[in-house]
């Protein structure tokens, strides 16, 4: 069969993004520009200043891809762009750059959710084994899934309130962690012990989860013990945190395990960067029998490679948009 290039695009959040990827698992070229530093100044991101700074900079992240790979964009076999979720005036900078290429070039567009993305960064290098549990935890999505095929997905349960990675950068604000906060509570987690009573989240038998009450518990803590003029250890909550957080997953990963009889599972979204997570998942993982992948760090957060890795199945089924293809900010898997 012959090889299939796309060239995608990611721009729905803070990082400017354009890989090409053969085959669906192949990354031949990839450029990521994170506006990271910019919203630091903010303590987060600031939407209108993330889509100018996507306008100004997505020529340059796609001149540079195609430098990287040697290829021109008659080259490429389609066009692959985020849609949703994410911010409006972000996805509709990679979208009309996306629309554009597709008309110019005369090829087709595909329109990829940026969770689904998330989930088929673990199929870059790698081939997904079917069926798999698929443990989403990015900073909007917590979120436990089946697949038992490309695109065939089962939602079995995903947070009733904040998203684990909202939980973290909540968190590290109280504890004035510059953002993004999920570093760097996982830096200063390891100066620490989870010497701290938190409470857990108390939704046992179901695969949903709950991060509001940790966050809030913490943040009430932190301005009482201030107001009382005591001091936080700050090492020590952030270790807390992170082993109660961690471990509601790591639970319900050992139930969904153990209730389906999966052999596979994957972790995918931002949060997958954190290493206790990823020890922890390996545990239950190992504990069950089963098979852990998740993505090379560079492939956890926002990146193109992942959108081109999850076009490549729609590409082969010919599910192509059309011009009238517009943003959309909220979305689930399914
Ligand atoms: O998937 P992502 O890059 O963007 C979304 O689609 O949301 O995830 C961003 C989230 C943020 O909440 C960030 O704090 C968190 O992932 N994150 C981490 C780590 N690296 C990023 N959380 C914990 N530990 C990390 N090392
Ligand atoms: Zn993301």
């Known amino acids: 069969m012959k090889d299939i290039y796309i060239l995608a695009i990611e721009t729905s959040c803070d990082e400017t993004s354009i890989a090409i990827v053969k085959n669906g698992s192949e990354v031949v070229a990839i450029t990521i520009l994170t506006q990271m530093d910019t919203h630091a100044e903010f303590g987060g991101v600031v939407p209108e200043i993330a889509s100018r700074m996507h306008t100004e900079n997505i020529t340059m992240v796609l001149e540079e891809t195609l430098n990287k790979a040697g290829m021109q964009v008659s080259d490429v076999d389609a066009i692959a762009v985020t849609y949703k979720p994410g911010l409006l005036g972000s996805l509709l ?6 629309k554009v290429l597709s008309y ?5 567009l595909i329109k990829v959710n940026h969770l689904i993305g998330h989930i088929y960064a673990n199929a870059v290098n790698n081939k997904l084994e079917f069926p798999l ?11 436990l899934v089946v697949m038992k095929d490309d695109y065939d997905f089962e939602l079995l349960g995903s947070t009733l309130d904040d998203a684990i990675g909202e939980a973290y950068d909540k968190v590290a604000r109280i504890l004035s962690i510059p953002y993004p906060g999920g570093p760097g509570i996982e830096k200063l987690a390891l100066e620490g012990n989870p010497s701290y009573d938190l409470p857990k989240p108390v939704l046992d038998n179901t695969y ?10 913490i943040i009430n803590l932190v301005h009482n013990e201030t107001q009382r003029g005591n001091e936080i250890r700050r090492a020590d909550l952030a270790a807390s945190f992170q082993v109660t957080a961690v471990d509601e997953l790591s639970r319900k990963v050992d139930l969904a395990l153990k209730n389906t009889g999966i052999k596979n599972v994957i972790v995918a979204g931002g949060v997958s960067t954190n290493k206790y997570l990823r020890g922890e998942i390996k545990k239950v993982a190992d504990a069950n029998d089963a098979k852990l992948t998740i993505p090379d760090f560079i492939y956890c957060t926002d ?5 081109g890795a999850a076009a490549y199945p729609l590409y082969l089924k010919h599910d192509f948009a059309d011009y009238s293809l517009n943003a959309e900010s909220s979305a689930n898997i399914c």
Do not use: C, D, Q, R
């Not at 900078?93 to 996306?98: D, H, Q, T, W």
């Not at 949903?208 to 518990?217: A, H, Q, R, V």
């Open 93 to 98: 900078v990679g979208i009309e750059f996306a």
């Open 104 to 108: 110019v070039y005369n090829k087709p």
């Open 133 to 143: 549990l698929a443990l989403v935890v990015s900073g909007g999505h917590t979120e």
């Open 208 to 217: 949903n989860f709950s991060y509001s009450g940790l966050k809030s518990y």
């Open 303 to 307: 990146n193109a490679a992942m959108i």
